[in-house]
């Protein structure tokens, strides 16, 4: 009779055992950690995606008004079309090289944009436009919006890689193979932080 029970709750043992093994060890940790940083990155890119939606229109209306600033508004579409022809990934995350690829092709976006509204603080009538300024508000939430998903970005992935690298879960890491993510650079948030300038006329 006890080797049957044995038998019958030995398999429930050993498994609520390496449970309890694992998550010592961090590997539930992991998962959560790693799905977190998934999902904060897929906020960042919603957000860039939604600039890239805002631009044709910009660049349309800004056409209007300067059609003279050729060289300012195929800079722009190049950059975005630069920026939105990378494929976005979540193992993106796990290749450096294609996170840096993203982020300069994105800074470059950024660039033009603010030459672009530099551009575009030059022509009145152009400020006065409601379309052209409804496009302007619309970019400066989403700006903001980029800020706010790539801090959490940042935060999200600097507390994935503290367990990537202090002791006893780096073993873990090591045994299943999580490495360190790749994250903004201080260069990259400076770039952030002051393109594109669009609160001019309010």
């Known amino acids: 009779m006890t080797t049957q029970v044995i038998k019958r709750w030995a398999p429930l043992f050993f498994a609520m055992l390496f449970s309890t093994l694992l998550?010592?060890?961090?590997?539930?940790d992991f998962q959560s950690k790693?799905?977190?940083t998934k999902?904060?990155?897929?906020?960042?890119v919603n957000q860039y995606q939604r600039r890239a939606d805002l631009i044709p229109n910009l660049v349309n209306t800004v056409k209007g008004y300067a059609a003279h600033e050729k060289d300012t508004l195929e800079a722009v579409t190049r950059a975005r079309a630069a920026a939105t022809s990378?494929?976005?990934?979540p193992a993106v995350l796990n290749?450096?090289?294609?996170?840096q690829k993203f982020q300069q092709a994105q800074g470059e976006l950024s660039s033009a944009l603010s030459r672009l509204m530099a551009v575009a603080e030059a022509y009145p009538n152009l400020k006065a436009d409601t379309g052209f300024r409804d496009l302007q508000s619309q970019l400066e939430g989403t700006e903001n919006r980029i800020t706010v998903a790539r801090q959490r970005y940042i935060t999200t992935v600097q507390d994935y890689n503290v367990?990537?690298?202090?002791f006893?879960?780096?073993?873990t890491a090591m045994m299943f193979g999580y490495s360190v993510k790749p994250s903004f650079t201080v260069e990259n948030e400076k770039a952030i932080s002051t393109a594109p300038a669009v609160n001019f006329g309010k």
């Open 23 to 28: 998550s010592g060890c961090g590997y539930n």
């Open 34 to 36: 790693d799905e977190a």
């Open 39 to 44: 999902a904060a990155w897929g906020e960042v």
């Open 86 to 89: 990378i494929q976005v990934t």
């Open 95 to 99: 290749d450096p090289a294609a996170f």
């Open 163 to 166: 367990q990537v690298r202090k």
């Open 168 to 171: 006893p879960t780096n073993l």
